[in-house]
């Protein structure tokens, strides 16, 4: 890891072989009664699920042994031999359904829905056991100086003196030779679920066209984290910090106010248990309104369109851990909830947090409204097919942030904040694209010959920057939209 331009910090990783099972059975019971105008759906799911780690083997880190910078001899990430675990926990949910609809006029033209439905989460390879799991992709971190400037870190750059930075993959530096993982499973553990809530109307004009509305509500619960043990945030105190941002260029714009970050005051533990968060500690919901309108072929037309917005706000009484111990991450996309850093800008933040192990900085990819529109015409004459897909949204969050100094105690690298999640975003999108198609029958096989066009206007919309405000780079474009690409194709049926 390189800060201010300048080698400062290695982590070693360990080569990891992981074996999992996971063990599902699903059962599923439903009925429909109707009387006259009216329907009502009720189904009930049943799922039981556990998982557990094999038995593996990795090699030691190929520094383990070697000398390092202060001339002791690398000891840490050895070779393991796991002999497997079983966290000893089984998920057995039962998931109802309720549909109800109302046929107002008893023509099919006018329907009220309404849907009532319980999902529970689906287990994944080493979702449960992985926290026992010794034989991750463990790492530590640990101060690095590159001596001969070959940006290349090797075992005479290390300093391995002290308390190491930071770790991950259920390590423990403390005991580099453990075989065994720091973390616990909680023997009462709950699978996380979500209770959604759907109440639409359909309404058909004519033989072809029909427009819909729907106002749509879900609830998260029973979120999991690492918690660590004998850990608060009462363990962390605040510091204030003014970036030197003397290396960004001046036409970049960055933002390099005086923040406040929370460092520990004490050695992070690693020791941690696999649990559920509290009621109260942390929320999530999602309210959506969706409009859709939709004109079946009739004449050579068709139509379908479609507008939504939606809002999926967030609390916590707690902090995030950003940018301390990996091993924190939780399933939720969430890092540990120790640390006060961020709790202010992370409150009623509008985000969507995407898999465990992408980070904070990839979590907000959420857009609070999208409308699309897609047409499809057949020219009477030579019955030439054109079609097009118009499709627009809002940016995408874009939160600036100051990355910390390496704080002390394992606390590692933070980012804070600079604005509430969700507030700074990217610009709008839209874009264009078209297709052109005749259909040629050739001694009773069909050739279909196309032309497409994909981002017609060339629209060049900003879709990533580099959001750290103290780094060299703060502020560039680090994605865009694909430009205009032209296919031509022809596909044979017989």
């Not at 939780?330 to 992370?346: A, Q, R």
């Amino acid at each position: 890891m390189f800060q201010a331009s300048e080698a400062a910090e290695a982590n070693l990783y360990r080569d990891s072989y992981t074996d999992y099972n996971v063990f599902d059975s699903s059962t599923y019971l439903q009925d429909t009664f109707s009387k006259g105008r009216f329907t009502l759906l009720a189904g009930l799911r049943f799922d039981r699920q556990w998982d557990r780690t094999n038995a593996s083997q990795v090699q030691a880190h190929p520094f383990f042994g070697q000398t390092t910078r202060t001339g002791v001899a690398f000891n840490h990430l050895p070779a393991i031999n796991f002999s497997g675990a079983d966290p000893g926990v089984t998920f057995n949910d039962f998931a109802p359904r309720l549909g109800m609809t109302f046929d107002l006029k008893g023509d099919g033209r006018g329907v009220v829905k309404f849907n009532y439905a319980r999902y529970y989460s689906q287990l994944g390879d080493g979702d449960l056991a992985g926290t026992l799991n010794p034989v991750q992709a463990s790492f530590v971190r640990w101060p690095w100086t590159d001596l001969n400037g070959d940006l290349t870190v090797q075992p005479g750059e290390v300093n391995i003196s002290g308390t190491a930075l930071t770790q991950g993959g259920n390590y423990n530096p403390l005991n580099p030779t453990a075989l065994s993982s720091p973390g616990t499973v909680d023997p009462n553990l709950r699978n996380e679920k979500t209770d959604e809530l759907i109440l639409a109307f359909d309404r058909q004009f004519g033989n072809s066209f029909a427009v819909g509305v729907a106002a749509i509500y879900r609830k998260y619960g029973d979120f999991r984290k690492n918690d660590l043990l004998n850990w608060t945030s009462a363990n962390y105190r605040p510091v204030s910090f003014t970036p030197n941002c003397s290396a960004v260029p001046a036409a970049q714009n960055a933002q390099c106010p005086t923040v406040t970050y929370y460092e520990p005051t004490s050695l992070v533990p690693t020791a941690y248990l696999y649990t559920n968060v509290a009621e109260g500690e942390f929320s999530r919901e999602y309210r959506g309104l969706e409009l859709t309108f939709r004109k079946r072929t009739a004449n050579g037309l068709m139509l379908n369109g479609s507008f939504s917005y939606n809002d999926s706000p967030m609390s916590t009484k707690l902090g995030l851990n950003n940018g301390q111990n990996p091993s924190t991450l939780n399933p939720s996309g969430l890092l540990g909830t120790e640390d006060p850093t961020n709790v202010v800008n992370f409150d009623q933040g509008q985000f969507a947090p995407v898999s465990a192990g992408s980070g904070l900085d990839n979590a907000f990819i959420n857009a609070r409204w999208l409308a699309r529109l897609s047409a499809s015409y057949t020219i009477p004459w030579q019955k030439i097919g054109v079609a097009m897909f118009l499709n627009g949204r809002d940016g995408y969050p874009s939160p600036t942030s100051i990355q910390t100094p390496t704080r002390p105690n394992g606390g590692g690298i933070g980012s804070v904040y600079l604005v509430p999640l969700g507030d700074n975003r990217l610009d709008l999108f839209h874009n264009l694209d078209l297709r052109v198609d005749k259909t040629v029958s050739v001694k009773g096989a069909k050739v279909v010959i196309s032309a497409d066009v994909f981002n017609v206007l060339n629209n060049d919309t900003v879709q990533s920057e580099r959001r750290t405000q103290n780094a060299a780079n703060a502020n560039l474009i680090s994605a865009i939209v694909a430009p205009r690409v032209v296919r031509f194709g022809a596909r044979l049926t017989w």
